[in-house]
């Protein structure tokens, strides 16, 4: 009995184990969004928008001039949410991916 614990903890370990190293889907709103390392791209804003990243050393946001700028930092993904003046919003999945991989 002791044995059969132990083995359905190990199992149960390694399920959670792999479910935490495998990247989880991102939601259905999100707009996909994918840039090379170092590279940026605008998204029309109002005065008052505001963006946070959940990963910022993938990528962040900066105002610049009426536009949000999204920059790719290094090779990964995460979420990005964009607050618009008002209550709008918006959900953007970035994946960046290594400078030379151009396709």
């Known amino acids: ?7 359905a903890l190990l199992v149960a370990l390694a399920s959670a184990a792999s479910l935490a190293d495998s990247p989880s889907a991102p939601p259905a709103d ?8 170092g590279e940026s ?3 029309p804003a109002r005065n008052g928008a505001q ?6 050393a993938v990528a962040h946001a900066e105002v610049q001039g009426d536009s949000l700028v999204l920059v790719a930092g290094s090779v ?3 979420l990005c ?5 008002g209550a709008n919003r ?5 994946t960046v991916v290594k400078a030379d991989q151009k396709k």
């Open 1 to 7: 009995m002791r044995h059969a614990c132990f083995a």
């Open 30 to 37: 999100a707009t996909p969004l994918k840039l090379h390392e």
């Open 41 to 43: 791209k605008a998204i």
């Open 51 to 56: 963006a946070v990243c959940d990963d910022p």
């Open 76 to 78: 990964g993904q995460t």
């Open 81 to 85: 949410g964009v607050r618009f003046a």
């Open 90 to 94: 918006a959900l953007y999945s970035v």
